[in-house]
């Protein structure tokens, strides 16, 4: 399977839509701290979901919307089968029609708050949903014009102004953490140490700690171990190669540590996900 910047997601998006639109079923995938130049917004059907983003909590269930907005790190952990509307909205394609784009940051809180506004863009959602499953004549159409009815309903009802100091800093911190996870991701399976991970952006070894947890929720090695993990997850479940075969390929050689990382994460152990998936 082709390994992918789980760091740095990389949408892509529909030639039609200029949007990726999609009904995603996830089955207990461990996505560790990533995030993508998209908005994206989550709509659950099935399941129970927790996603963690920028630092906060979310307990996702059916009847729950998420948004996470551009350039903002976040991750999921889901136990057992969930299904969502997935839409990833790429920043360069709302640039066309709200070229302040990069000065506004959506919020909307599905646990506290209750709209009207909220319950149309989930009814729209729907609906776009049955047009992308059914794809009748001239569905693209009417599609489209839902597609910029959330886009409208979020920017008049959910935005508020990023200030342009804050914006640079943000802007900053993405570049040197797109320096650090780009060299993690590459060189995972084998002990980077802390030295040489700072020497990558000229970081004290302290400071570098301080700015890796502060920024990704999680401590460099705590990173390194959930992104070895994500990908022996996704050979577990789709390749028959025995389980000590993937650890050694992913350079996890502590099995007593990864089969407890594994049951903290999963619940369960590697053989019966591999059973279950089977069945």
Not at 5 to 19: A, G, M, N, Q, R
Request: net charge positive; aromatic share 12%.
């Amino acid at each position: 399977m082709e390994k992918k910047d789980l760091y740095h997601e990389k949408v892509s998006p529909s030639e039609l839509t200029k949007v990726r639109f999609c009904t995603f079923t996830d089955s207990g995938i461990n996505t560790p701290n990533h995030w993508h130049r998209s908005i994206e917004i989550r709509y659950m059907l099935e399941g129970r979901m927790v996603c963690y983003i920028d630092g906060n909590t979310y307990e996702m269930e059916p009847g729950r919307l998420l948004l996470v907005n551009s350039n903002v790190i976040h991750a999921d952990r889901t136990k057992g089968t969930s299904r969502y509307i997935l839409v990833q909205i790429p920043l360069d394609f709302v640039r066309l029609f709200i070229p302040e784009i990069q000065h506004i940051r959506f919020i909307i809180n599905d646990v506290e708050e209750q709209s009207d506004k909220l319950e149309q863009i989930k009814k729209l959602l729907l609906a776009m949903k049955k047009l992308n499953d059914e794809k009748e004549n001239g569905y693209i159409l009417k599609f489209n014009s839902m597609l910029f009815e959330v886009l409208y309903l979020l920017y008049t009802d959910f935005s508020e102004k990023v200030m342009d100091m804050q914006l640079k800093k943000q802007q900053k911190n993405i570049e040197k953490m797109d320096r650090i996870l780009q060299y993690i991701t590459q060189n995972y399976k084998h002990a980077i140490s802390l030295k040489e991970i700072s020497d990558v952006v000229y970081f004290r070894p302290d400071y570098f700690c301080r700015f890796f947890k502060k920024y990704m929720g999680v401590t460099f090695l705590e990173y390194q171990n959930e992104l070895r993990l994500s990908y022996i997850y996704q050979d577990i479940i789709n390749t028959n190669k025995p389980i000590y075969e993937i650890l050694e390929q992913h350079g996890f050689v502590n099995y007593q540590l990864f089969r407890r990382m594994f049951n903290r994460r999963f619940g369960t152990t590697p053989l019966k996900v591999r059973k279950n998936m089977a069945k």
